[in-house]
């Protein structure tokens, strides 16, 4: 089956197109978004620790990594079924259990690729500060300027390296696009839901094959079962935290820079009304400038989020549907089987039951006991009658 957002349509969520009026900026959004990109991160916005996207490996699973953690999910929900419904322990083991699958499903080289060149950038962003405070200090700059202008190569073939490996998940995307997943808030949160996307969906598929091969083999079939409705809740999983950590953490942070921006702002303008240096006054329309930048910066980026927020929620609910008719398709299978099971087992049993025959008692033949009677009755018979 195909699952339920198609990668090509969840890459566009990222890949999102300039606005006119940033065209006209020369680059200005550009400059924007790296510099916004590097304020997300001094802010903290980004993957919290433990997150799907930080415990992802740098490689995509293989099929027995795979199958062994969804097979630990889905004996853990067995285990909760099992026990107590209201046993927070057992659905706290579960909820664990699926986020750790989801971590293994969400692993793809491209994640490799996508740290290395956030690392690349974060390091362009440190050698431009030094340069920067090389010339503000009086100091030669031209060592470390050679140095930006390598790292700045660097940062370019780690694009294109990273461009490719997306390309292994089915994803075709610009170089320019493939920055904008690096200096997104949560380009590395999309990244593990793409990942997963194209993981389950090439372990659905060998998982069919083996079915085709195996269709009158019972335990394939509840193996198979099983293990595809654990996949969609391993969707499920990895979707619902994207948009939790949208709602949750990106939107508002993004909101409190937004804020302090506008107060900024406010301050500038009231400054500004009162000031007749010409300097100061320089440097506060430059401040206004950069703060409607900013400003402009961050709706785009609310926006950006806002329609990943909706078009992942509906897939959300899509993936909620599908998987409650694959949990009842597997509980169906299971029962069915079972009852043929106990079927076979009955005739079986029940033939064995009717071919038996009771043992049969050992001839009595009583032939001494034969002979006394005999002799007894003789001398009986001899004896005179009164």
Do not use: C
């Amino acid at each position: 089956m195909r699952f339920i957002l198609p990668i090509i349509a969840l890459a566009a969520l990222i890949a999102y197109q300039r606005p006119d009026w940033v065209r006209s900026m020369d680059g200005g959004l550009r400059d924007a978004a790296s510099r916004f990109g590097d304020l997300g991160a001094m802010a903290g916005i980004g993957p919290e620790r433990r997150s799907t996207a930080e415990r992802a490996p740098a490689r995509e699973p293989d099929r027995a990594s795979a199958l062994h953690a969804l097979g630990r999910v889905a004996e853990a929900q067995q285990d909760a079924q099992a026990a107590d419904i209201q046993d927070p322990t057992a659905r706290d083991r579960v909820q664990a259990l699926l986020r750790s699958a989801a971590a293994t499903m969400a692993g793809s080289e491209a994640m490799g690729e996508l740290r290395r060149m956030q690392d690349a950038r974060a390091r362009l962003a440190e050698l431009r500060e030094r340069v920067a405070a090389a010339r503000i200090g009086g100091g030669n700059a031209t060592e470390l300027e050679a140095q930006l202008s390598q790292a700045g190569t660097e940062a370019k073939r780690l694009t294109d390296d990273f461009v490719a490996k997306l390309a292994g998940l089915g994803v075709q995307i610009s170089g320019y696009a493939a920055q904008n997943i690096g200096i997104s808030v949560n380009g590395d949160d999309v990244l593990a839901l793409l990942a997963a996307y194209a993981n389950v969906e090439k372990l659905e598929a060998e998982l069919r094959g083996s079915v085709a091969q195996s269709q009158e083999n019972e335990a394939v079939l509840r193996r198979y079962y099983t293990i595809h409705a654990t996949l969609l809740a391993v969707l499920e999983t990895v979707q619902s935290e994207v948009v939790s950590r949208i709602d949750n953490i990106y939107l508002p942070r993004l909101e409190a820079i937004d804020r302090e921006t506008r107060e900024l702002r406010q301050d500038a303008q009231a400054r500004l009304r009162t000031l007749r240096d010409a300097g100061l006054r320089t440097s506060l329309e430059t401040n206004l400038r950069t703060q409607e930048l900013t400003t402009r910066a961050t709706d785009l980026y609310r926006r950006h989020l806002q329609e990943q927020r909706g078009n992942l929620t509906q897939a959300l609910d899509r993936t909620r549907a599908a998987r409650g008719v694959a949990d009842n398709t597997a509980r169906t299978a299971t029962l069915a089987m079972d009852v043929a099971g106990m079927m076979r087992n009955t005739d079986r049993d029940f033939g064995a039951v009717m071919g038996l025959r009771p043992p049969l008692v050992v001839p009595f033949e009583g032939e001494a006991l034969r002979r006394e009677f005999e002799g007894l009755s003789r001398r009986l018979g001899q004896q005179p009658t009164s």
